[in-house]
């Protein structure tokens, strides 16, 4: 299984163009969320989404939108690419509530704003 | 969900056991404690996890207290490819636990050779 794939793997954007990172997990997990790490620091959560037509905002989630029209598919759109969003974002996804078990994550994109 | 309290960093040698603690005093009844780890940048992979029980796969053990306020994970023999940040998160099973994992700065771990 490929599991959580992201792309692009690397991007660089300058201030005000906007793109949209790819996430996509062939597990039928119920659960998809979007995080982001900036150098040195913990994992924080932007939006998340119990299933295909749910999303709900996470603890960062300004400056960016997610949809969820599948349930395998999970992009996160910035509208107007600032400085302060240069940083690795994480995709990762889980089977439904009540499971115990953990997250898969896929392997990043390494976003640069200038 | 509780907060967790791990080390900034550890060193290991080589072949030696690595044992990585974790202190969860406010975890509650129903939450179980997940190890996860991140080697250089990559995605944070999933080592393991419990309840109360003590937990052994072809990764790791986990061993967690009586009291269920700490617990340790234990690599028994490290690699220099085991080098890397873990991260120890206490979550419940609830729909409502979604928003509230909390990734901390996790233990920075150094195998030398």
């Known amino acids: 299984n490929a599991g959580v794939t992201q792309t692009p793997k690397f991007r660089i954007l300058k201030i005000g163009q906007s793109m949209t990172l790819q996430c996509t997990q062939d597990?039928?997990?119920?659960?998809m969320y979007w995080y982001r790490q900036d150098p040195g620091m913990g994992l924080k959560l932007i939006y998340y989404?119990?299933?295909?037509?749910?999303?709900d905002k996470g603890e960062v989630p300004n400056g960016y939108n997610v949809s969820r029209s599948t349930t395998e598919d999970f992009p996160l759109r910035l509208e107007l690419a600032a400085p302060s969003q240069t940083s690795v974002y994480f995709c990762?996804?889980?089977?439904?509530?009540?499971?115990?078990?953990?997250?898969?994550f896929g392997s990043g994109t390494r976003l640069t704003v200038v | 969900d509780a907060k967790t309290t791990q080390p900034t960093s550890m060193d290991c040698a080589e072949g030696r056991a690595a044992n990585l603690p974790c202190n969860h005093s406010?975890?509650?009844?129903?939450?179980?404690v997940y190890w996860y780890r991140q080697i250089h940048s990559q995605g944070p992979q999933y080592i393991i996890h419990?309840?109360?029980?003590?937990e052994t796969n072809e990764m790791a053990s986990l061993i967690i207290t009586e009291d269920r306020k700490s617990s340790t994970l234990i690599l028994p023999h490290a690699t220099l490819r085991d080098t890397a940040v873990y991260y120890c998160?206490?979550?419940?099973?609830?729909?409502?636990?979604?928003?509230?994992?909390?990734w901390g700065l996790g233990t920075s771990l150094a195998v030398n050779p």
């Open positions: 989404s119990v299933g295909a037509g749910i999303t």
């Open positions: 419990g309840l109360k029980n003590n």
């Open positions: 406010t975890i509650s009844g129903n939450e179980y």
């Open positions: 998160i206490v979550r419940g099973l609830n729909a409502g636990n979604n928003r509230k994992l909390i």
């Open positions: 990762a996804s889980r089977d439904a509530t009540g499971s115990v078990y953990g997250y898969t």
């Open positions: 597990m039928n997990h119920n659960y």
